[in-house]
């Protein structure tokens, strides 16, 4: 999807072509100076380049991760990397297939830095090796609640696929197992759902 264009026939969102005279900065993009930003940004980024926005979240991101194991193409996965850009999080991690489902995130994870890995021993070294601890959400036997979790600052918070949840060898390498506390029948919620109330409650920690 390129953010420059969209559907003419769509609801219009964002702002038009900025008024003349145009203001000046290395920030800024022409196209979007004439044409106009409809992309889903904050007002403080309209008209900005892609790789500007980029640097200045560079500055401010937290210290969390959040990884996300990709054997179903779950669709969940791009609600789940949107929300990873509303908490501007270090980095988004992908286990398994290279392709997932970027529907959700509408393109969103332009603005992250979004690493592969082929499964989860590769994810496990890599955090291993810059002192982040991989924190499991399921609910499994072993999990503690979440609400009553402190979380590691340097965290990566780990999430399974819609419905098998996280694999055996995710769960052995994970330092620890956080579930959302549930009141009704059913066994789990949507993955999306429980990504977003995981990282609000680190947030709420650290942030």
């Given at each position: 999807m390129?953010?420059?264009?969209?559907?003419?026939?769509?609801?219009?969102v964002?702002?038009?072509?900025?008024?003349?005279?145009?203001p000046?900065g290395?920030?800024?993009?022409?196209?979007?100076l004439?044409?106009?930003?409809?992309?889903?940004?904050?007002d403080r980024?309209?008209?900005?380049?892609?790789?500007a926005?980029?640097?200045?979240?560079?500055q401010?991101?937290?210290t969390?991760?959040?990884?996300?194991?990709?054997?179903?193409?779950?669709?969940?996965?791009?609600?789940m990397?949107?929300?990873?850009?509303a908490?501007n999080?270090?980095?988004?991690?992908?286990?398994?297939?290279?392709?997932?489902n970027?529907?959700?995130?509408?393109?969103?994870?332009?603005?992250?830095?979004?690493?592969?890995h082929?499964?989860?021993?590769?994810?496990?070294?890599?955090?291993?090796?810059?002192?982040?601890?991989?924190?499991?959400?399921d609910?499994?036997?072993?999990?503690?609640?979440?609400?009553?979790?402190?979380?590691?600052?340097?965290?990566c918070?780990?999430?399974?696929?819609?419905?098998?949840?996280?694999?055996d060898?995710m769960?052995?390498?994970?330092?620890?197992?956080?579930?959302?506390?549930?009141?009704?029948?059913?066994?789990?919620?949507?993955?999306?759902?429980?990504?977003?109330?995981?990282m609000?409650?680190?947030?709420?920690?650290h942030?």
């Amino acid at each position: 999807m390129d953010e420059h264009h969209t559907d003419p026939t769509a609801p219009q969102v964002g702002v038009g072509p900025h008024p003349e005279p145009w203001p000046s900065g290395d920030h800024l993009d022409e196209d979007l100076l004439r044409d106009g930003d409809r992309r889903n940004v904050l007002d403080r980024y309209r008209y900005w380049k892609l790789e500007a926005i980029v640097a200045h979240l560079d500055q401010h991101r937290s210290t969390l991760h959040v990884a996300i194991q990709n054997w179903e193409h779950d669709f969940n996965i791009g609600s789940m990397v949107r929300t990873a850009n509303a908490f501007n999080v270090a980095g988004v991690h992908i286990v398994g297939r290279r392709r997932w489902n970027r529907r959700g995130a509408m393109v969103t994870d332009r603005y992250l830095h979004v690493h592969h890995h082929d499964d989860e021993a590769a994810l496990l070294a890599w955090l291993g090796e810059r002192g982040v601890a991989a924190v499991g959400v399921d609910n499994l036997p072993g999990s503690v609640p979440l609400e009553s979790a402190a979380l590691p600052e340097q965290c990566c918070l780990v999430f399974g696929s819609e419905g098998p949840g996280l694999t055996d060898a995710m769960v052995e390498g994970c330092e620890r197992l956080v579930a959302i506390t549930q009141y009704g029948s059913t066994r789990s919620m949507n993955a999306g759902a429980a990504a977003a109330i995981a990282m609000y409650h680190w947030s709420l920690q650290h942030r």
